[in-house]
């Protein structure tokens, strides 16, 4: 059974960081494609990035240059660290998998249970 656990979302303010985990386990985590994505309330989730099992990635443009993804194989742990954090990055932010390659589309099989962060100005 899979299972993505996040972790690390909370409140800062405007201008700070915050680093997401996400924990997967239950299949062969290396192979698939992660995503993470997020939600505010009254909005569609939208994808803000993504990573293959090769370490190529895909970024919204609303958060290139300040959000990067990354993963670490050995412990089944893809990662979101977000820089430079503004009021409009408050979300639920969820974790994803899949064997296909949806990259930042919301279509992945496997979700998380979400982590909130919230960004005040």
């Known amino acids: 059974q899979v299972q993505l656990v996040e972790s690390g979302g909370g409140s800062v303010q405007s201008g700070g960081s915050l680093r997401l985990s996400c924990a997967a386990s239950?299949?062969?985590?290396?192979?698939?494609?992660m995503g993470w994505f997020r939600q505010a309330p009254g909005k569609e989730r939208e994808g803000v990035a993504a990573i293959g099992s090769n370490g190529s990635t895909r970024y919204a443009d609303s958060v290139k240059g300040r959000f990067t993804i990354s993963r670490d194989n050995a412990k089944n742990t893809v990662y979101l660290q977000m820089n430079s954090l503004q009021f409009e990055d408050t979300a639920l932010y969820y974790c994803a998998a899949d064997q296909l390659y949806w990259w930042l589309l919301p279509k992945y099989t496997y979700w998380g249970q979400g982590t909130q962060v919230t960004v005040s100005s």
């Open positions: 239950g299949y062969t985590y290396s192979r698939y494609c």
